[in-house]
Nanobody
């Protein structure tokens, strides 16, 4: 059974940090591009950070550059998102995505991140 299970979300004050993790099972995740998306309340889902299958290439949306770091451990089939200096506008449901091609495109259930004083 294909699964992506996210964890690590929660409530944090502005300026704080959280680390999200996504564990893959049921498929060969090391071959997949892994991406974190987020969906703020009332807004569309957006790409946050992406990492290549080998882990050698990463990309970030401009609003998180310098604050967020994506990484992966293919031996553990895990991708992580370290989020520092969190801002209220980072509040969203964060989703993990694994994509090999259009027919092999998997999503997690999401984890809530709330940044508030």
């Amino acid at each position: 059974q294909v699964q992506l299970v996210e964890s690590g979300g929660g409530l944090v004050q502005p300026g704080g940090s959280l680390r999200l993790s996504c564990v893959a099972s049921g498929f060969n995740a090391k071959m997949y591009v892994m991406t974190w998306y987020r969906q703020p309340p009332g807004k569309a889902r957006e790409l946050v950070a992406r990492i290549a299958a080998t882990g050698g290439t990463t990309e970030y949306t401009d609003s998180v550059k310098g604050r967020f770091t994506i990484s992966r451990d293919n031996a553990k089939a895990t991708v992580s998102l370290q989020m520092n200096n969190l801002k209220p506008e980072d509040t969203a449901v964060y989703y993990c995505n694994a994509r090999l091609n259009a027919w092999n495109d998997h999503w997690g259930q999401g984890t809530q991140v709330t940044v508030s004083a």
